[in-house]
């Protein structure tokens, strides 16, 4: 059997066999579906015993997306040589989790960058892994309170691991008004977490982040709790009998209770969700369409009726008409001050730019009728 050597790990011909197995699978359902296809190409320091771990096909609404989850440069590398070209999408997870032993140079180990360099056939996409975790469950929290007076407001939510997820979506939910208490075993930096937080939040926002490094007193009385460790359980039976009446649990770092807080909570009738981020995924992936197509086909200015227009994200020039579409203009916003807003009183003459611009998109839908 052929063998690449990795730093620290292997990849062997039966990844490589399994990849392709997987992509023919994609393309043959995205054929039947007619649908795009897509790979994603994730990674993560958590180094799994078992090698690789490919992750579930999903069906989204335009696209059917399988994945991989790499621990170095190199098995990216790989994975990349055997989909590009195969798949219309190649969507990579930018955020930067693998060690530098990992990397092929030493340095800070990049997969992007490493996929970037083979990649010759196949869209390239780049995605963030943690905020769609985020997203997901914010998203699965904002629904489980969608009944409630004040939603999130006003709840005590107690974040078990303060890592990078962690202090994002503790951030995050904050912000919507909730007593957010964060966890970490080092409380010089879990300390230092919460008052840079605290600092940066909305001015007007009176809810607090605290920190704390036992988790027993963070989690006592929380409406939420969050688990958010690498795995490592930390949700004991006594954590859960000691949340308020009605409380919800998110295992956000899969397994991070004890096989007695789960039975704790069945008795308690205290449901416990597991992170998904289905939703969140076909969110993304809405978004990148969209954004693409936004740029590709819409994004310009040029002169319209002999008056310059403007669309796409583009910052607007003084006295331009800002419009849904340059090339198939429908909407008109308004008349752009040059500084990214628009002109509150438009003059006379800019009002007749509109008009004439409006008389022509009138005239043109008419036409289509």
Not at 204 to 230: C, F, H, M, P, W
Request: proline share 2%; hydrophobic share 40%.
């Amino acid at each position: 059997m052929k063998i690449i050597q990795l730093p620290g790990k292997l990849f062997d011909m039966r990844y490589k066999k399994r990849t392709e197995e997987i992509v023919k699978k994609v393309v043959r359902i995205a054929h039947q579906e007619n649908k795009l296809s897509g790979f994603c190409i994730g990674n993560t320091a958590k180094i799994d015993s078992d090698g690789l771990y490919f992750t579930p096909i999903r069906h989204t609404f335009k696209m059917i997306v399988a994945g991989v989850i790499v621990y170095s440069e190199q098995q990216a590398i790989e994975v990349a040589k055997v989909i590009d070209g195969r798949v219309n999408y190649i969507l990579v997870d930018a955020e930067k989790k693998i060690p530098d032993k990992m990397s092929r140079s030493g340095e800070p180990a990049n997969v992007e960058r490493a996929v970037r360099e083979v990649l010759k056939k196949s869209t390239l996409w780049i995605y963030k892994g943690n905020d769609l975790a985020v997203e997901a469950i914010d998203g699965l929290l904002s629904y489980l309170t969608k009944d409630s007076l004040t939603g999130i407001g006003g709840k005590k939510i107690a974040i078990l691991g303060a890592g990078n997820l962690g202090c994002k979506l503790a951030l995050k939910l904050v912000e919507r008004g909730a007593h957010i208490f964060i966890t970490r075993r080092d409380s010089k930096k879990v300390r230092a977490i919460a008052k840079v937080f605290n600092y940066i939040k909305p001015a007007y926002t009176t809810a607090q982040i605290v920190a704390a490094t036992d988790n027993e007193k963070a989690a006592q009385r929380a409406d939420i709790l969050i688990g958010l460790t690498s795995g490592i359980p930390v949700v004991t039976s006594k954590i859960i009998k000691n949340l308020a009446s009605g409380a919800l649990v998110v295992d956000g770092g899969k397994g991070t209770l004890y096989s007695t807080a789960i039975k704790t909570a069945a008795k308690l009738n205290i449901k416990i969700y597991r992170l998904d981020i289905s939703a969140a995924f076909e969110g993304m992936i809405n978004n990148l369409f969209v954004t693409e197509r936004i740029v590709k086909k819409r994004m310009g200015r040029r002169l319209f009726n002999d008056a310059p227009i403007v669309s796409g994200g583009l910052l607007g020039r003084k006295d331009e008409i800002v419009v849904d579409n340059v090339y198939d203009p429908k909407i008109i916003y308004g008349v752009a001050d040059g500084k990214g807003d628009f002109i509150r009183r438009p003059s006379k003459r800019q009002l007749m730019s509109i008009k004439k611009i409006q008389r022509t998109i009138d005239t043109k839908a008419r036409t289509q009728l």
